[in-house]
């Protein structure tokens, strides 16, 4: 009667024993499914690409008053950048501009406008755009975000028209130059800077 009751106790103790072990899988299995449905709907539902600016087929350009009385055009020859899609949403854009590719179609001026007394360009070689949000406003999207322009930063908002059968972001505005510590020649040189963008991608914005 005692070993038979031995036995039983032994027989138990692995039954539960058993079921414990059993237990503890079956909570491992259930908690490696969990992690794996979070990650493939993480994955199906978070798709960002970086798409690239396609600079020989984009043009930024500025204008700037003269004496009051002329405009000054000119561009920038050298840049680029890329913007960041995130399931087909505009979710980042970030863009470089040498200063030494600046262009007004007069060697003097471009020379002074590279030198130490205005850009300083070689102080300050780049000009540089980082969105930092994005807001839809009526037609177009407003990007809001941080230029640096002869090391000063200013919070800026770039109202962008998109064009996505075209790959193609347009982008206008205007800054006071004063506002970047370019100081001199304050009768000469207008106080407003406009700037005008055409920025073609190399891949389509709403295609995967």
């Given at each position: 009667?005692?070993?038979?009751?031995?036995?039983?106790?032994?027989?138990?103790?692995?039954?539960?024993?058993?079921?414990?072990?059993?237990?503890?899988?079956?909570?491992?299995?259930?908690?490696?499914?969990?992690?794996?449905?979070?990650?493939?709907?993480?994955?199906?539902?978070?798709?960002?690409?970086?798409?690239?600016?396609?600079?020989?087929?984009?043009?930024?350009?500025?204008?700037?008053?003269?004496?009051?009385?002329?405009?000054?055009?000119?561009?920038?020859?050298?840049?680029?950048?890329?913007?960041?899609?995130?399931?087909?949403?505009?979710?980042?854009?970030?863009?470089?501009?040498?200063?030494?590719?600046?262009?007004?179609?007069?060697?003097?001026?471009?020379?002074?406008?590279?030198?130490?007394?205005?850009?300083?360009?070689?102080?300050y070689?780049?000009?540089?755009?980082?969105?930092?949000?994005?807001i839809?406003?009526?037609?177009?999207?407003?990007?809001?975000?941080?230029?640096?322009?002869?090391?000063?930063?200013?919070?800026?908002?770039?109202?962008?028209?998109?064009n996505?059968?075209?790959?193609?972001?347009?982008?206008s505005?205007?800054?006071?130059?004063?506002?970047?510590?370019?100081?001199?020649?304050?009768?000469?040189?207008?106080?407003?800077?406009?700037?005008?963008?055409?920025?073609?991608?190399?891949?389509?914005?709403n295609?995967?």
């Amino acid at each position: 009667m005692g070993t038979v009751y031995i036995i039983h106790i032994v027989t138990n103790f692995k039954r539960n024993r058993l079921f414990m072990i059993l237990k503890k899988l079956s909570n491992c299995i259930y908690t490696l499914n969990i992690i794996l449905i979070i990650s493939l709907i993480t994955t199906s539902t978070i798709c960002a690409k970086e798409i690239s600016i396609s600079t020989p087929n984009s043009t930024i350009q500025f204008s700037v008053s003269h004496i009051g009385k002329t405009i000054v055009n000119g561009n920038f020859n050298s840049f680029n950048g890329h913007v960041i899609v995130t399931n087909n949403q505009l979710t980042k854009i970030e863009g470089l501009i040498n200063v030494d590719s600046i262009e007004t179609n007069n060697k003097i001026r471009n020379k002074y406008l590279k030198s130490k007394l205005f850009l300083n360009e070689k102080k300050y070689p780049h000009i540089y755009y980082v969105s930092e949000s994005f807001i839809p406003s009526n037609n177009i999207l407003l990007s809001y975000g941080k230029l640096t322009i002869h090391g000063v930063t200013n919070d800026i908002i770039l109202p962008l028209n998109i064009n996505a059968s075209q790959n193609m972001i347009q982008a206008s505005t205007k800054l006071n130059r004063f506002n970047y510590e370019l100081n001199q020649h304050k009768k000469m040189i207008g106080a407003t800077v406009n700037i005008m963008m055409d920025i073609s991608l190399e891949k389509p914005l709403n295609k995967n």
